[in-house]
């Protein structure tokens, strides 16, 4: 076990986001003809016989058939070639020459149960998507009777489990992180004001786990719908419950700014500000002088900015943020694939590394719900930009 662990580790040693592939042209090459030599005999033309055209993707047997079930027509379609395009990224990026990925549309005719069925059918041994929790509620149950694992792109932590696991970037483990950090700075009272909805829900629970774990104390919270005048409603409510020395605003950016100028207006002009990883894609809250000293946890940006670089260069756009899961999950599949035997059963069992993976969004590793676990780090909100004020952990304890 040791040694295999040991072997694991030089593997992923080499495949870290670090690890680009240099392609190398060959060019100029000509066989030279000694002086005095009589010419080369020329040998009878080969004819060569066409492989026969057969339907569906190549009958490469010695490749591991990988299925990425994103959206590439419709709404999401921006976000599912994005992931689609860093998942190849990867694959030429760590030499994955014995993996292969092959793209099915989920919202094409027949949804995600359709395409799922034709990766199937094409030989797929492990699913990377869907993008959408209702898109994986459909998929898990054809995935489950073929034995296929899911590795998806949700931060729904309600459809993980029983061979589905949670890639995306989920509230909760922002939460508890930002507020950890704000308790180590010496906040002690925290309110909460949550959207209603399922993301207000769990963003709830999550503050009022956090809070209990880190020694805190939850002094009130507020829902709102998503109207003006519920939420100064619920500002006026929350500043009457106080004093509080922390609040949480779990909302987008918009919503934060209003609700953090009511806020300073209503007397609470001490209180840390804390945010969710929603705030992560939202530059623009730098701009606004309201929100400075506001802190966050998400995913470190910092390899990110390389891989949109590389990424502008090739496909001449920007990529959406969430591409990064894209190229991860192909790191994941490479790294895992040295010990996979081409046409066998995924094995799933190697998801559950105590010493995770990394990627371009840091270390991270499956839990056994399913979800999984990321090194966050804490970002405050200054003068036009976000600066790190706590750096993420660069792997698990334990």
Not at 10 to 28: D, H, K, Q, T, Y
Not at 322 to 347: E, N
Not at 365 to 391: K, M, P, W, Y
Request: glycine share 12%; net charge neutral; charged share 20%.
């Amino acid at each position: 076990m040791a040694l295999q662990r040991q072997r694991g580790q030089r593997r992923s040693a080499l495949i870290r986001f670090g690890v680009i592939a240099m392609a190398m042209a060959l060019a100029g090459c000509q066989t030279l003809v000694p002086r005095g030599a009589p010419p080369p005999t020329e040998a009878p033309p080969q004819v060569e016989t066409p492989e026969p055209i057969t339907g569906g993707i190549p009958q490469d047997e010695q490749r591991h058939r990988v299925a990425l079930l994103v959206p590439m027509t419709g709404n999401n379609a921006g976000v599912g070639q994005s992931i689609a395009n860093a998942a190849n990224m990867a694959i030429l990026d760590a030499g994955g020459e014995t993996v292969r990925i092959t793209t099915y549309d989920t919202a094409a005719p027949g949804g995600a149960a359709a395409a799922a069925n034709r990766a199937l059918a094409d030989g797929s041994r492990l699913f990377l998507g869907p993008l959408l929790a209702e898109n994986i509620r459909v998929v898990a149950p054809v995935a489950r009777s073929a034995g296929v694992p899911i590795v998806s792109f949700s931060n729904d932590t309600g459809v993980a489990g029983n061979g589905t696991y949670v890639m995306g970037f989920t509230p909760a483990q922002s939460i508890d992180r930002v507020v950890s950090y704000a308790r180590e700075q010496g906040s002690q009272r925290f309110a909460g004001l949550i959207p209603q909805g399922l993301y207000g829900q769990r963003a709830e629970a999550a503050l009022r786990d956090a809070v209990r774990d880190h020694g805190g104390t939850l002094v009130a919270v507020r829902s709102y719908d998503r109207s003006g005048r519920s939420l100064q409603l619920a500002v006026t409510q929350l500043n009457g419950e106080g004093p509080f020395d922390a609040v949480l605003i779990a909302d987008s950016g918009a919503t934060a700014r209003q609700a953090v100028a009511m806020l300073r207006d209503r007397g609470a002009t001490e209180a840390r500000i804390l945010g969710t990883e929603l705030w992560n894609n939202q530059p623009d809250l730098a701009r606004d002088p309201v929100m400075r000293g506001a802190m966050f946890a998400s995913v470190s940006d910092h390899m990110f900015g390389t891989l949109g670089q590389r990424y502008r260069a090739r496909f001449s756009v920007a990529p959406y943020r969430l591409s990064s899961l894209g190229y991860d999950a192909a790191l994941l599949v490479i790294r895992i694939a040295a010990d996979w035997d081409p046409g066998t059963a995924f094995p799933v069992a190697q998801l559950h590394n105590d010493g995770g993976f990394s990627g371009v969004d840091g270390a991270f590793r499956f839990r056994d719900n399913g979800v999984a676990q990321r090194a966050l780090e804490v970002r405050q909100i200054g003068a036009g930009d976000f600066t790190v004020i706590s750096a993420a952990p660069g792997g698990f304890g334990n």
